[in-house]
C-alpha cells in the first residue's frame, strides 16, 4: 500500500496514534492494523482497491468525536482517516453552495459561509474537531435542525468511493435532480458502512442580521409545546432555537457553573429561544407581545429576553452545561432518543418513575432541542452503581413503547446496535442488510458497526 500511495501515508505499531485507536464513545482503543491518511479521492479509490482484493477490512474515520464508537478500528482492519482531506475548494455565493472535502472541519465550513454573510445550516459544540465526512455519515443534526434540518437536508451532492474503490461522482449542485434512485441518500447516515464519503456540496443559507434569545420559565410540558407553537406561527421559518431544560438540569447547570438562578422561583421547565430576523428591536418588542400574551394565558410563569450579546451568551451558559458533564459525572452516561413531541413529557415521566425504582439516588439529567423531537438522557454512573446497561435497558424499552428511535443523532455504530430492533422491524433491518450485501459484499467497509452480518 505504501508503494501505490506513498510511505508517507501509511503508519503502523506503535507509529499509530493513540488518538486513532478509538473515539469519544469510550470504546476501549484497538490499534489497527495500519493507519492511512490519503491526500485524495484517488489515493482513497487505491486505498479500497487493494483492501477490497486482500479482503482486509477498512473502518473510515473523520475527527473521532463520535459517541456511538462508529470509528473505533478493528484489530484486523487498516484505519482510515481523512484528516488530510480538508480543503474548502469551492463556494458559490449566488447559488449559497459549497464544495468542500470530506475532512474539512464543520468550523471551517461555517467560517467560510460567514465570509460571505452566508450560513451553513448544521452546529454543534463539537464544531472545531469534528469533520464534514463524519457529520454526513451518521446524519448529524446540533442546534439548527428545528430551522434547517440535518445533514441530510443541507446536502446537494457527494462523492464517494465504494468497497471494490470505484467512485460514485454525485456531486450535482441542483436542488431538484430526480434521476431515479438518490443514490447519495444511501450514505447519509449509513456510518462509513456502505461507502467513503470523500467530497461533498452542501447548502448555505442566507446569514440573519438579527438575533434575540430569551429564556421563559413553564409550568409543565405540554406548556412548551403551546408556547413553540405560538413562536413558530408567529416567526415562521426563524425560530432558530427551541432547547428545553428540565428543572434538575437547571439546578445542575447553576451549581457546576456557580451561576445565579435566572428567575426568582424556580420552575419545572425553562426553554431557551432564538429567533432571528432583520432588526434585533423588532424582534425582542414581537417576543415581549407573544410571552406577555402566553403569560395572561398560563401557558409560562416567567420570562427574560436578552438586552445584548453578552446577556444572550448568559443564557446559553446554562444550556451548554453538558461540556461540564465529563468533569462531574463518573461517567456521564449519554443517551440521544427521539420521540413523538407529544409524548416526551410523558417519555421522560417513565424513565424517571423507572430510575427511581431501581436508583434512589440516581442522577439524571433530562433535555433536548424536542421542537425536532430529540431528547437527552444523562445519568452519572456511579450513581447507579455503574449498571450502564440496565440503564440503557430501560431507557430504550421505553423508547420501544413509545414508537421512538434509539438514536437521534449520534447514530447506532457499536453502542447503539444491540438495540437497533427497537426502532427498527425485522423487515426494515433486512432491507437494510440487503443494501449492505449489495454494496459491499465481502463486509469490508466498516464490519461489526450499525448490525452484524
Known amino acids: 500500500m505504501a508503494r501505490e500511495i506513498g510511505p508517507d501515508r501509511v503508519q503502523t505499531g506503535d507509529a499509530i496514534p493513540p488518538r486513532h485507536q478509538t473515539d469519544w464513545s469510550g470504546v476501549a482503543p484497538v490499534r489497527p492494523l495500519a493507519l492511512v491518511r490519503p491526500r485524495s479521492t484517488e489515493e482513497v479509490s487505491a486505498v479500497l482497491r487493494l483492501c477490497s482484493a486482500h479482503r482486509v477490512p477498512v473502518v473510515p474515520q473523520g475527527g473521532l468525536t463520535g459517541l456511538a464508537g462508529a470509528a473505533v478500528p478493528c484489530a484486523d482492519a487498516i484505519a482510515l482517516s ?109 456510518e462509513g458502512t456502505l461507502g467513503v464519503i470523500t467530497r461533498a456540496v452542501l447548502r448555505l443559507h442566507p446569514a440573519p442580521r438579527a438575533r434575540a434569545t430569551t429564556l421563559v420559565a413553564l409550568p409543565d410540558f405540554d406548556a412548551a409545546l403551546a ?66 400574551d402566553a403569560m395572561e394565558d398560563g401557558i409560562t410563569a416567567d420570562a427574560a429576553i436578552a438586552q445584548s450579546h453578552a446577556q444572550a451568551q448568559a443564557f446559553w451558559k446554562i444550556r451548554e452545561a453538558t461540556a461540564e458533564l465529563p468533569v462531574h459525572m463518573h461517567p ?90 427497537a426502532s427498527r422491524t425485522p423487515a426494515e433491518l433486512a432491507v437494510m442488510r440487503a443494501i449492505k450485501q449489495a454494496l459491499d459484499p465481502h463486509h469490508l467497509l466498516n464490519p461489526g458497526k450499525v448490525f452484524d452480518k
Not at 334 to 363: K, Q, T, Y
Not at 366 to 385: A, E, Y
Open 227 to 292: 408556547l413553540l407553537g405560538r413562536l413558530q406561527a408567529r416567526f415562521p421559518g426563524a425560530v432558530a432555537a427551541f432547547e428545553l431544560m428540565w428543572r434538575g438540569f437547571v439546578e445542575t447547570s447553576l451549581r457546576w457553573q456557580k451561576l445565579r438562578e435566572p428567575f426568582e422561583a424556580a420552575h419545572p421547565f425553562v426553554a431557551l429561544v432564538d429567533v432571528v430576523g432583520d432588526d434585533e428591536a423588532v424582534l425582542r418588542d414581537a417576543l415581549e407581545g407573544i410571552l406577555g
Open 82 to 190: 481523512l484528516d488530510r482531506m480538508n480543503a474548502i475548494e469551492s463556494l458559490d455565493a449566488a447559488a449559497a453552495t459549497i464544495t468542500v472535502q470530506a475532512g474539512a472541519t464543520l468550523e471551517a465550513v461555517q467560517q467560510a459561509a460567514a465570509a460571505h454573510g452566508l450560513l451553513f445550516g448544521v452546529d454543534l459544540g463539537a464544531r472545531g474537531s469534528c469533520q464534514i465526512g463524519g457529520n454526513l455519515a451518521t446524519n448529524a443534526g446540533g442546534n439548527g435542525v428545528l430551522q434547517f434540518g440535518m445533514m441530510r437536508e443541507q446536502t446537494l451532492g457527494l462523492e464517494v468511493v465504494m468497497a471494490d474503490g470505484s467512485v460514485l461522482p454525485m456531486l450535482r449542485p441542483m436542488i431538484k435532480n430526480n434521476t431515479g434512485y438518490d443514490l447519495k441518500q444511501f450514505f447519509i447516515g449509513a
Open 332 to 421: 456521564p452516561i449519554n443517551l440521544d432518543v427521539s420521540l413523538p413531541m407529544r409524548a416526551i413529557g410523558r417519555f421522560a415521566e417513565a424513565c424517571r418513575a423507572a430510575f427511581d425504582a431501581r436508583w434512589p439516588a440516581h442522577h439524571s439529567l433530562f433535555f433536548g432541542h424536542v421542537g425536532d423531537s430529540n431528547l437527552h438522557v444523562t445519568t452519572d454512573g456511579i450513581s447507579i452503581g455503574g449498571e450502564a446497561e440496565e440503564l440503557e435497558r430501560i431507557v430504550y424499552a421505553q423508547v420501544a413503547a413509545f414508537g421512538g428511535s434509539v438514536s437521534a443523532e449520534h447514530g447506532i455504530g457499536l453502542h447503539k446496535k444491540p438495540y437497533l430492533g
